[in-house]
């Protein structure tokens, strides 16, 4: 018998065959672990949600007779930090190993219930979210007032206010959009999540994953996406995105004229791109210049002084060099400021859990992609451009703080094996989604 089929494979292969009330529980499960992971309105309720997620979460172990024990014993080593964390700093530390024990457990029965259908499950749940964001802003960005009429329209509003270094921060939240702070004066798409950049990394994923499945850029599916994240006006989401798109293309197709007409494209447009568009040149520009500030006096809040102060923070002690700093702001954050919220998602997990974890962690989430490749019959080098570009997006948001992104920990115990490297050559026509 395939242990790992035994373990995580869903009882039909095929998502459609599913009963309609098994594939609503996977669609529902699939929901809430994105929530979680990414909007405001779940995100501010995180604690009860986690522990109603495992509660729910056992009806479909239950039903489906999970055998969750491989998954556990991967989070063997988490579960030492998070004790090697306890007895370190103290026992005020309890909460916030408990939080991260409920956030791994999100993760372990999002994979282990969905099973084989958790991409297909994933790329539904994102191509309703991406069709919803572009309905709503789209109409926005043409005509601005047009927010207006949408919040007074909705039956749904939430109204969030938080403040930051004594200036209030206020979002318009009616569920299926998030309009945050700054959406009046930079009108971007955040669809359902707390801002655009978190967005763009769950549509950057899935025309990752379109892109396997349909073997095209250009499916249905995989435009939808790509619209979706052109309206979120995010640097990094294009950057990841073109370099997606790019070595993709570069990687799949042999022939060297194709080859060379890409390469010498997508150099003269990133050379455009750059030069031209203020938020992506400019921005990438002052963030360089201003990384030292940025340290001293705002506490690492933009990507590369993130990444700058952790380093420099993570080396403070032994113990942090190889256990982390842990998740508590206490201790987290080395600077006086403990609100600040560093961005740079790479480096947050290293120093959070220490350069073994870190390592451990990150083989495992390149393991998924390469697994999730074969899957789809490609080589272990588009699993590697896929580990890449969820880097690049990790770069900009710390992704790895929700469940979410923790199933790329684990997915490879679903995918590994089911499938085989293929010589095929794709056509760059659009496939069906």
């Given at each position: ?5 035994s373990?995580s ?5 095929n998502?459609?065959d599913?009963?309609?009330?098994e594939?609503?529980?996977m669609?529902?499960?699939m ?7 990414g ?12 522990v ?7 009806l479909g172990?239950?039903?489906w ?8 014993r991967n989070a063997?080593f988490?579960?030492?930090i998070?004790?090697?964390?306890y007895l ?9 190993a408990?939080l991260?024990?409920?956030?791994l457990?999100?993760?372990v029965?999002t994979?282990?219930?969905i099973?084989t ?11 309703v979210?991406?069709i ?5 802003f ?18 749904i509003k939430i ?5 930051v ?6 979002s318009q939240?009616?569920l ?7 959406f ?8 359902p999540?707390?801002?655009p950049?978190?967005?763009s990394?769950?549509l ?5 994953l ?14 939808v996406?790509?619209?979706?994240t052109l ?6 989401a294009?950057?990841?995105t ?6 993709y293309y570069?990687l ?12 010498v494209s ?8 750059y030069?031209n568009?203020e938020?992506?040149g400019?921005?990438?520009?002052n ?5 030292k500030?940025d ?16 380093f420099i923070?993570l080396?403070?002690?032994p113990f ?5 700093r842990?998740?508590?702001?206490e ?8 609100q600040?919220l560093?961005?740079?998602?790479i480096?947050?997990q290293m ?16 393991r ?11 080589k272990?080098t588009i699993?590697i ?9 990790a ?6 703080q929700?469940g979410?992104?923790w ?18 050559q794709?056509?760059?026509?659009a496939q069906?989604?």
């Amino acid at each position: 018998m395939n242990t790992t089929s035994s373990i995580s494979a869903p009882l039909k292969s095929n998502f459609g065959d599913l009963r309609w009330w098994e594939k609503t529980y996977m669609v529902i499960l699939m929901i809430w672990t994105i929530g979680s992971s990414g909007s405001p309105v779940f995100i501010r309720s995180a604690d009860a949600l986690l522990v109603g997620f495992v509660f729910f979460s056992l009806l479909g172990i239950n039903y489906w007779r999970r055998n969750i024990h491989l998954y556990l014993r991967n989070a063997f080593f988490f579960g030492l930090i998070l004790l090697l964390h306890y007895l370190y700093f103290g026992s005020f530390y309890l909460n916030t190993a408990i939080l991260q024990i409920l956030v791994l457990l999100q993760a372990v029965f999002t994979v282990a219930i969905i099973g084989t259908h958790f991409i297909e499950v994933y790329l539904r749940v994102m191509f309703v979210i991406a069709i919803i964001s572009l309905v709503f802003f789209v109409p926005i960005l043409v005509y601005p007032p047009a927010l207006g009429i949408i919040l007074s329209a909705s039956p749904i509003k939430i109204t969030m206010a938080t403040e930051v270094y004594g200036w209030e921060q206020v979002s318009q939240n009616i569920l299926i959009m998030n309009f945050n702070s700054t959406f009046e004066g930079l009108r971007r798409n955040s669809g359902p999540f707390w801002e655009p950049a978190v967005y763009s990394s769950f549509l950057l994923i899935a025309l990752v994953l379109s892109t396997l499945q349909s073997r095209s850029v250009f499916s249905k599916r995989s435009i939808v996406f790509l619209l979706a994240t052109l309206s979120t006006f995010s640097t990094t989401a294009y950057l990841a995105t073109g370099f997606f798109v790019f070595l993709y293309y570069l990687l799949v197709y042999k022939d060297p004229v194709f080859r060379l007409i890409s390469l010498v494209s997508f150099f003269i447009i990133s050379i455009i791109i750059y030069f031209n568009v203020e938020f992506l040149g400019k921005k990438i520009e002052n963030e360089i210049k201003s990384v030292k500030f940025d340290a001293l006096y705002q506490g690492g809040n933009s990507r590369i002084s993130s990444a700058y102060l952790d380093f420099i923070e993570l080396g403070e002690r032994p113990f942090y060099v190889m256990f982390g700093r842990g998740a508590h702001p206490e201790y987290r954050y080395g600077t006086e400021d403990k609100q600040v919220l560093r961005i740079n998602g790479i480096t947050d997990q290293m120093s959070r859990w220490g350069v073994f974890f870190f390592l451990f962690f990150f083989y495992n989430v390149k393991r998924s992609t390469e697994a999730i490749a074969r899957y789809y019959g490609f080589k272990r080098t588009i699993g590697i451009l896929f580990f890449v570009t969820i880097l690049i997006s990790a770069f900009s948001e710390v992704l790895f703080q929700f469940g979410f992104f923790w199933t790329f920990f684990y997915l490879y115990v679903v995918y590994e094996g089911l499938g085989q490297e293929s010589p095929e050559q794709f056509s760059p026509i659009a496939q069906p989604a």
